[in-house]
């Protein structure tokens, strides 16, 4: 039956969406199901739920997905397709896109921060694509402005602390390429430096000279010393 009695009994009347005839009256259907106006209640399939009228079936928008009957927001670091029975959680160094309808890795630079969001490394470190967190640059080391990578401090300079830079070293030391720190030349040698400026090997004072105390230079010995 499409329709029920009316109350004088002369009529029959076409029941609304969302109900169905038992021939004399109009019941509701039953939850998760749906009825055109006359017709009888279906069941919504998976990722699916009634309309507002309950005259037919909706899928669940991206990032939606049913609960009880209904379309819900997927929860934190979670995504479904459009239509989707169920939230997907993202996997470690990956995050919702835009559109919560699917997990997106992070980039090289950046790392998984705690709300599920893809955020930059922090100066002196870096991270590969797809990575959950970022590293601290090495000693001898610096991290390129992108944080992608790591790169090796040339000679005559040391990285700093916190691996944003290399530093030439001071007067007087020395360093090899990827050093993390600069060594004094010993006394009755200079530092030796390359077409930069920066200090690359020690040099042994020739015969006659000595070296200054901050090692930056051998000058001669004074009359009547030698060396």
């Not at 993202?90 to 998984?112: F, H, I, L, T, Y």
């Not at 030439?168 to 060594?183: F, K, Q």
Request: glycine residues 12%; contains cysteine.
């Amino acid at each position: 039956s499409r329709g029920h009695l009316n109350a004088d009994r002369s009529s029959c009347a076409i029941c609304s969406a969302g109900t169905q005839s038992n021939t004399t009256h109009c019941n509701p259907c039953p939850a998760h199901h749906v009825a055109k106006a006359g017709e009888r209640c279906t069941e919504c399939e998976e990722g699916s739920a009634p309309s507002k009228d309950r005259s037919a079936c909706v899928k669940c928008p991206p990032g939606h997905a049913m609960s009880n009957g209904a379309c819900v927001a997927c929860g934190a670091n979670e995504v479904a397709a459009y239509g989707a029975a169920n939230c997907t959680l993202c996997s470690v160094g990956s995050a919702p896109s835009p559109a919560r309808d699917r997990c997106k890795r992070c980039e090289a630079g950046q790392r998984m921060a705690h709300n599920g969001t893809c955020v930059g490394c922090a100066p002196g470190h870096f991270s590969r694509h797809g990575s959950a967190n970022c590293t601290l640059c090495g000693g001898g080391e610096r991290a390129h402005d992108s944080g992608t990578h790591c790169e090796v401090c040339a000679a005559g300079t040391r990285s700093v602390p916190n691996r944003t830079a290399c530093l030439p070293c001071p007067p007087g030391a020395v360093s090899s390429r990827g050093a993390a720190n600069c060594t004094w030349c010993p006394a009755g040698e200079r530092q030796s430096l390359d077409a930069s400026g920066r200090g690359v090997a020690c040099e042994v004072c020739a015969a006659g000279t000595r070296s200054v105390p901050n090692r930056t230079a051998c000058l001669p010995c004074p009359p009547g010393a030698v060396s």
